[in-house]
């Protein structure tokens, strides 16, 4: 299976450096997709112990930028020549890092690293005036933290206060998800996948608050948990 996968990725980056050959101008945000799709994958496995799964996505996240930085110079609209060197330099630096920790066994430092690495791309994509479903979707994991800390302390002191800040939460995280579904492209909004997440997740986002209000501590707690899964899909799928 690593052999299939490592085939492919090697036959997308080769007609990327291919189609710059020729003289075209590569689309340096599609270029940068299948990296960002191995960091998902690599964060995803780092977060839940499988090191060797996560050395593999950073394996191949790392043959692919070598091909791409050579390219680095041409023609890439939208983004500012001095801002793709540096962030190549850096990103560089940062899947150098998170290769390191994961090769010592270090998954919570490898997956700093690849979260600090993916922010740089979504910043300088935002400094380019560039913003779509992908980005929305990364936004959300700050909104979720804020939820996950609202909520867990209110299951350790479910008073009045508490709950008025995990209502507060929801409905935080609840706007970025409505936010994110307006975002979806006609084609992506349609699929069932899709459609199972976004609405499960903002369904959920309001029964957690209703449960605050509640009062029922272990009902916050279990869609604290739906609401998290929900979070990591939608970031492993279209983050």
Known sequence: MRCIIALLAWLASTALVLGVEAGKSADFGSAMAP?????????????????????????????????????????????????????????????TAATRALDSGDNIAAGRELLALRQSFHDLRRHAGL???????????????????????????????????TVAAASTFRDRLQRCNEWASPEIAEKSEFRRLID????SSGEI???????????????????????????????
Not at 200 to 203: L, P, S
Not at 212 to 222: F, S
């Open 35 to 95: 990296i960002m799709a191995n960091l998902r994958s690599a964060a995803g496995y780092a977060r839940t112990g499988n090191i060797a799964l996560a050395q593999m996505e950073t394996d191949e996240a790392v043959a692919i930028w070598k091909r791409l930085e050579p390219n680095a110079s041409g023609s890439l609209p939208a983004y500012a020549p001095a801002a793709v060197s540096d962030f190549l330099d850096r990103g560089h630096e940062r899947l």
């Open 131 to 165: 913003y779509d479903l992908g980005d929305c979707v990364f936004e959300i994991s700050p909104a979720m933290e804020k939820l996950r800390v609202a909520a867990t302390r209110y299951g350790e002191q479910p008073a009045a206060a508490n709950a008025e800040d």
């Open 200 to 203: 499960g997740a903002i369904a």
């Open 209 to 239: 608050a209703h449960a605050a209000m509640a009062g029922d501590g272990p009902l916050v707690h279990r869609y604290l948990i739906e609401l998290q899964s929900y979070a990591q899909l939608l970031d492993f799928r279209y983050g």
